[in-house]
Structure formats: C-alpha cells, structure tokens
C-alpha cells in the first residue's frame, strides 16, 4: 500500500513539479493550486455530467415537489379520504426519493480517492507550505479566523514560519487549504458552464 502511494506521489510530483518551477512565485506557488483547483473543479462537474441523468433527475425531483406540496395540502384539510390515498402513493415517493439521493451520490464515490490522495501530496509537499495574504473585507466576509480557530485551515498560520517561508510577513494569511477552498468557489460556476451543467444556483 505505501508502494502505491508513493508511486501515486511521484507521479503528482512529475506532473506538478514544473508547474510549481513555472509559477510567478515559484516559494509561493499560490497559481500552480488555482490550476489544481481548476482541474479538480472541471473533474467534479464531468463526474457530475456524465454519470448523472439530469433529465431523470429534474424529473424526480419535479415529482418529489409536488407530492410534498399535496401532502402538505392534504394534512391541512384534514381529509382522511385524500390522505389515506395519498399514503398509497407515498412509497412511490420514498422510492424517488432513494433513487435522486444515489445518482447524487455516484460522482461522489468516483471522484473521493482521487481527491483525497491530491490533497494528501498537496499537504505533504511544498504546496502545504503555500500562503496568501487576502485584503481585510474577504478575509473577514469568509470567516477566516473563525476556520483557523477551529482548525478546518490546520490553524492559524505562524507568522514566523510565513516569513521564514515565504520571505516576507503576510497580514491576514489564510494556508493552502483555504486558498484551496476560495479558488474552488471563485471557479465552480464557470467550470460549470464549460463543462455544460445549468448553474448551481
């Protein structure tokens, strides 16, 4: 299992290394993870694409709605004939509903250990040693300091490492977890468009 691992490393190592040696900052290399937030964003919405039946999954989900709505409807009325129906009808509906939540679930389970050994490498090599100063408003509007506290960004950067590392201090720094996460947002709508999937809001 390690062998494989580290085979799977050497490998993320041949592909990225001469990314990271072109990026403007090569000691920071904060474009070579907006390219990898890119490709992993354009795999997320291919996965989604192709192994979802969007038509059948509008559909049921169309279907799903105005079941609830009738219920909800019906419960009011206090209609026993209706609701007694409706009950009938019911197993229909878990049964749509079972089927929407697994073909939602599918890209995930193609796409989760793929993503997790990138972002194993990216912890592991020099991009888990990336930070980026953001301007006061974002640093604050997406609760950074709130995900450093309880560790979803590993913590709080070391403004000692981070001069130690990148050469310079960095006020408000986020790591490459959280430059991650922002690119993967700033990206997920165009990604979409690209790859022909209806936005997501």
């Known amino acids: 299992m390690t062998d494989i691992i580290g085979s799977?490393?050497?490998?993320l190592d041949y592909v990225f290394n001469p990314i990271i040696a072109l990026d403007p900052n090569p000691k920071n290399p904060?474009?070579?993870?907006?390219?990898?937030?890119?490709?992993?964003?354009?795999?997320?919405?291919?996965?989604?694409k192709y192994l979802?039946?969007?038509e059948k999954l509008d559909s049921m989900k169309k279907k799903s709605s105005e079941f609830q709505k009738k219920m909800n409807a019906v419960r009011k009325s206090g209609d026993a004939k209706a609701?007694?129906?409706?009950?009938?009808?019911?197993?229909e509906f878990m049964k749509a509903q079972s089927e929407?939540?697994?073909?939602?679930?599918?890209?995930?389970?193609?796409t989760i250990i793929p993503f997790a050994l990138i972002f194993?490498?990216?912890?592991?090599?020099?991009?888990?040693?990336?930070?980026?100063?953001?301007?006061?408003?974002p640093y604050w509007t997406?609760?950074?300091?709130?995900?450093?506290?309880?560790?979803?960004?590993?913590?709080?950067?070391d403004l000692n490492v981070v001069f130690s590392f990148v050469g310079y201090y960095l006020p408000n720094a986020v790591g490459w977890l959280g430059w991650y996460i922002l690119c993967s947002f700033a990206l997920s709508q165009v990604v979409r468009k690209l790859v022909g999937l209806k936005s997501a809001f």
Do not use: C
């Open 8 to 11: 799977i490393f050497s490998s």
């Open 30 to 48: 904060l474009l070579t993870i907006f390219v990898i937030a890119f490709l992993l964003s354009i795999l997320t919405n291919l996965a989604q």
């Open 52 to 54: 979802m039946d969007h």
């Open 83 to 91: 609701m007694s129906k409706l009950q009938a009808e019911q197993q």
């Open 100 to 110: 929407i939540m697994m073909m939602s679930f599918r890209p995930m389970l193609v």
């Open 120 to 137: 194993w490498w990216m912890r592991s090599s020099m991009l888990g040693h990336v930070y980026v100063s953001l301007p006061m408003f």
């Open 142 to 157: 997406v609760l950074t300091p709130l995900w450093h506290s309880i560790g979803i960004y590993g913590g709080a950067p």
